[in-house]
């Protein structure tokens, strides 16, 4: 570390050190070399673009995809004595801001990446030195990555026409493809990129299918102290459920977009403050709030991806304390899913059937879940945490793979139009009029399921749905899918997991 940028850490930022990677990272763009910088939500990104920016001469150039961060960061950048200004559509100050830059009087210049690359901006640019280019959310630019904006692609032909400029990419979420594509994308080479270590010890992970949302969510609120934030799917049902909650003794309140301002500032300012507060939210709530003694995240239903899973949990434990984070998930939730990848572009859908099948993996596992995530994010963990719920009760697995065979051949010798539920009745030898009517009692597959092994058909169902072997129709009715085919051939086993609270739950259940 030169002795200068030593004395920038602690004059400017007040930093006694660097954490993590910082140092590495901010050494490669004082040494000019390109370089991604992936490191977790509150790692301390901007710190490695805004240091090298007061200690080199010129003026770094950040692009950033959304005016309300860039402004946040504007702020606290001029808190800490960093001359930056924006130039977005929302500043009224562009003259200034730009006799500013061609005076040499910025450190730092914000600007959206479809600004970054236009003509007019480009010959601005050349009016003054540069010293950076920094490439916040750099995940954009990856049609694999789960956030993809067309206007990053601009953004090459500008990093190459000022080649000597020395370029460093951030972003927090970027799987193993989504990495190669930034790196090629963005023209650096493969030693230049940087990973900090994702484990959150201090987070433990439980995953559970929904069986009971609404009681799910209750135990939940009961048994953990604490300020605690619960994902729901839609706008709706958050409001629903914290009107539920909020009958209770502790407060819980709503927030989602489609509130007004008033209600949303009132709702996350009073979380803020509280000490057992539950805030019900759409993914909307968390970007950039801070509140370390967060002591749980729970999400009602199967997040978009792993990096969402990950970031949106991580607001959990901040401050270093004991924190929990719980996912429900349903079948439902991976066909919904899946619907939803046949609406985005050709292109695109290679990396959502990537997400979804990532997402299987996690809730399905009977391994260690924080390994998943890990491996997730290119690292190399040990094969067991010891705090999520798969290393601390580890599950029973059984070979269901005989079950599915039955459950598949039903589905498709019933016409592949029906639901769960008759499926069920046909398998188990019901004779529900619907299966008297449709003469389903005089084929092969009826009532060949007895005794033990109905317990299987619900949780063999939704394997089966998560691994993409059944796909549900726009009636609801199941069909075979891609994986059908292996499994019922043989060629491929389908173990299930059984939870071992599962005889706990049962006997509560009777009770109430
Ligand atoms: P990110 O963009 O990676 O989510 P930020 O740049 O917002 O993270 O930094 C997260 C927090 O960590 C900020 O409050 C910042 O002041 C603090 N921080 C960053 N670097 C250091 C450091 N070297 N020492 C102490 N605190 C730091
Ligand atoms: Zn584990």
Known sequence: MSPDIGTILKDSFGFPGFRGVQEQVVSRVMAGLRTLAIMPTGAGKSLCYQLPAIALPG????????????????????????????????????????????????????????????????????????????????????????????????????????????????TATADAHTREDILVQLGIPHEGMIVAGFDRPNIR?????????????????????????????????????????????R?????????????????????IASEDMIMVATVAFGMGIDKPDVRFVAHAGLPKSIEGYYQESGRAGRDGDPAEAFLFWG????????????????????????????????????????????RHFGENPPPSCGNCDNCLNPPASIDATETARKYLSA???????????????????ATTDKV????????????????????????VSRALLVRDALVPNEHGGL????????????????????PPRRERRRRSDKGS
């Open 411 to 429: 589905v498709y010798r019933t016409g592949q139009s029906f639901g769960t539920g008759h499926i069920e009745a046909v398998l188990t030898g």
């Open 331 to 374: 079948a439902d939730d991976f066909a919904r899913a899946r619907q939803r990848m046949f609406e985005v572009e050709a292109a695109r859908q290679p990396g959502e059937r990537a997400r979804i099948t990532a997402l299987g993996a996690l809730v399905e596992t009977g391994a260690c879940r924080r390994a998943i995530l890990l």
């Open 436 to 459: 008297r009517q449709r003469g389903h009692d005089r084929i092969s597959v009826f009532g060949i399921v007895e005794g033990e092994e109905t317990a299987l058909l619900r949780p």
């Open 479 to 498: 069909e075979l899918g891609p994986s059908a085919r292996p499994i019922l051939r043989g060629e491929e086993q389908v173990s299930l997991v059984l």
């Open 59 to 170: 003026c770094c150039v950040v692009v950033s995809p959304l005016i309300a961060l860039m402004h946040d960061q504007l702020r606290a950048a001029n808190a800490v004595g960093i001359r930056a200004a924006s130039l977005t559509s929302v500043d009224a100050d562009w003259r200034e801001t730009q006799d500013r830059f061609r005076a040499g009087d910025l450190d730092l210049l914000y600007v959206a990446p479809e600004r970054a690359s236009g003509e007019g901006f480009r010959a601005f640019l050349r009016s003054a030195p540069l010293s950076l280019f920094a490439i916040d959310e750099a995940h954009c630019v990856s049609e694999w990555g789960h956030d993809f904006r067309p206007d990053y692609r601009l953004l090459r032909p500008l990093l190459d026409e000022f080649a000597d400029v020395p370029r460093l990419a951030l």
């Open 251 to 271: 407060e819980a309140r709503a927030y989602h977009a489609g509130l007004p301002p008033e209600t949303r500032a009132a709702n996350q300012a009073a979380f």
């Open 205 to 249: 992970y439980t995953v559970q299918p929904r069986d009971s949302l609404s009681r799910q969510i209750a135990d939940l609120v009961a048994a953990q102290p604490g300020p605690g934030i619960i994902y729901a799917q839609t706008r709706a049902a958050t409001e629903k459920m914290a009107a539920s909650l909020a009958t209770g003794r």
